[in-house]
């Protein structure tokens, strides 16, 4: 048998009874794993002054902001406030230059021109995603992984810029391997402007663009419930439109795209995307309005897409976005779950660049695994040390701690539990299910692992650890409830087994 830090000590003053055991209590409750946070400082030289010394065009446009700066009335002197479509150029061109050796040689006035950090964040981000489901790297994610890299991946709305495949091309990304991306839009000016820059960068082998019918109005959003392939191809969805394209373009048996991208347009109609800021009154950022206009606005277009996803489901590994706003987030987000999918195929991230916030989500249909890292819980006892009335060799010990676990779950009345005896050192405690199949029915695992056995001259204390994982909030709930009753029965120090213990002696 082997000993875990096994030491015979004399009792210390601080163990003199069940109600003195130290407990390792989190002051935070068990929650999911919070949102990633992307920013791509380290992967880009943003410094102006530097900037401006290198890129002259930029400098003109940097000094007139200056300009504007010291002659613009109090509270308005920021530089955000001060720029415009120019400078907006300037600067994108020579942050791609600089850190791409990449060129933009066309962005027409009234087009998006696209701010570099922020689709950076996106791009890396993607990076993550894929990093998942085609490797062991940062632990097992799906049972269905690895996934190998098709290496295609698809941007929906490419824009005159077609910025995110320029960034996909570069090592940033593929790390030395032989990408394709095949980027799509609706608007036929937009898609030449589009072809000028892939070209001025010689990447026309790497990056197909491909023009797509626009989508409809659909009088009101799609419910989940009425989605079927005959429906999406009445819509003239995203999603549905892209793969048409991109499929007609591969000719590959059987068809996947490693993931897709867009940046959604905000507004629902052109009244509101040509009405000043709120705010402040400024006008919008330029943007032709089938850059900034769709039915439903960007929460419209997010549930197109996900609702198309349903259809395709792994045609596309990944299926993303960026989000405006977290509203809508949090909200798509809902609606994920509310279609079927757990926390553990659900992505969400939040790009942070300087005062500008966006964020992402996106979603797989590959298995999550029961212990996924995306499934492991914060917070919440992550450790507990039980205190044994009587001197116990190490199977004595364990056999001790499995009984009481057992007892636990069979008079645990909330919830069913079961108990798994993996080993002499590690059970796991789980929601019954009525089937084998854990990894697929059960809401929540708690892995309890013994980590130490110390002996006293008339006591045994045993350190246990927990590992816990959860599919969905509904679990989330069933193992709060688990867990607040958890230690108290295991050490037994809780008022139930004080008074047994009370009416016992």
Request: charged share 25%; proline share 4%.
């Amino acid at each position: 048998m082997k000993t875990h830090n096994r030491k015979r000590k004399t009792l210390d003053s601080n163990l003199t009874s069940d109600d003195d055991t130290t407990h390792n209590n989190a002051s935070s409750p068990l929650a999911f794993p919070t949102m990633k946070k992307v920013q791509c400082s380290h992967a880009m030289d943003c410094n102006f002054d530097e900037l401006a010394a290198s890129y002259p065009d930029f400098k003109i446009q940097l000094d007139k902001v200056k300009d504007r700066q010291k002659n613009c009335p109090a509270g308005t002197s920021s530089v955000s406030t001060n720029v415009d479509f120019e400078f907006n150029v300037s600067l994108s061109r020579a942050l791609l230059h600089k850190n791409f050796q990449l060129h933009l040689k066309t962005i027409p006035r009234g087009y998006l021109c696209p701010p570099i950090p922020n689709r950076l964040n996106y791009v890396l981000w993607i990076k993550d995603l894929l990093k998942e489901s085609s490797t062991f790297e940062n632990g097992r994610y799906f049972q269905d992984s690895p996934v190998p890299l098709g290496y295609k991946g698809l941007d929906i709305g490419t824009g005159c810029s077609a910025i995110y495949p320029l960034l996909l091309s570069r090592d940033v990304f593929t790390e030395g391997k032989q990408w394709q991306f095949f980027a799509t839009d609706i608007d036929p000016f937009t898609i030449k402007c589009a072809k000028e820059n892939v070209n001025a960068n010689n990447l026309g082998d790497v990056i197909q663009l491909a023009l797509v019918a626009k989508t409809h109005d659909k009088g009101g959003p799609r419910c989940f419930k009425q989605v079927d392939s005959k429906e999406s191809s009445k819509c003239s969805t995203p999603i549905y439109t892209a793969l048409n394209k991109a499929r007609k373009f591969y000719h590959t048996v059987p068809f996947c795209l490693d993931f897709c991208m867009t940046n959604p347009p905000f507004y629902s109609c052109e009244s509101e995307a040509s009405a000043p800021r709120a705010g402040d009154q400024r006008e919008r950022t330029d943007m032709a309005f089938h850059e900034s206009v769709y039915p439903g606005g960007e929460r419209g277009f997010a549930l197109d897409m996900m609702y198309d996803s349903l259809v395709y489901r792994n045609e596309i590994t990944w299926y993303s976005l960026m989000i405006s706003k977290k509203t809508n987030l949090i909200a798509l987000q809902k609606e994920l779950e509310n279609i079927g999918l757990s926390r553990g195929s659900i992505r969400t991230a939040e790009f942070d660049q300087g005062k500008m916030k966006r964020w992402g989500i996106a979603w797989t249909f590959l298995t999550p695994c029961v212990r996924s890292p995306a499934l492991k819980l914060r917070g919440g006892v992550k450790s507990f040390e039980v205190l044994l009335d009587a001197t116990l060799e190490d199977p004595e010990a364990y056999k001790e701690i499995a009984n009481r676990f057992l007892s636990f779950a069979e008079e645990f009345r909330m919830i069913k539990l079961h108990v798994d005896l993996e080993s002499d050192t590690r059970l796991v405690l789980s929601e019954a299910s009525g089937s084998h199949e854990i990894e697929k029915k059960t809401l929540f695992t708690i892995d309890v692992s013994i980590k130490g056995i110390v002996s006293y001259e008339s006591s045994t204390k045993v350190t246990i650890s927990l590992d816990i994982y959860c599919l969905c909030h509904e679990g989330l709930e069933k193992v709060r409830k688990v867990e607040n009753q958890l230690v108290g029965e295991i050490c037994r120090t809780n008022r139930r087994w004080r008074r047994r213990i009370k009416r016992s002696s």
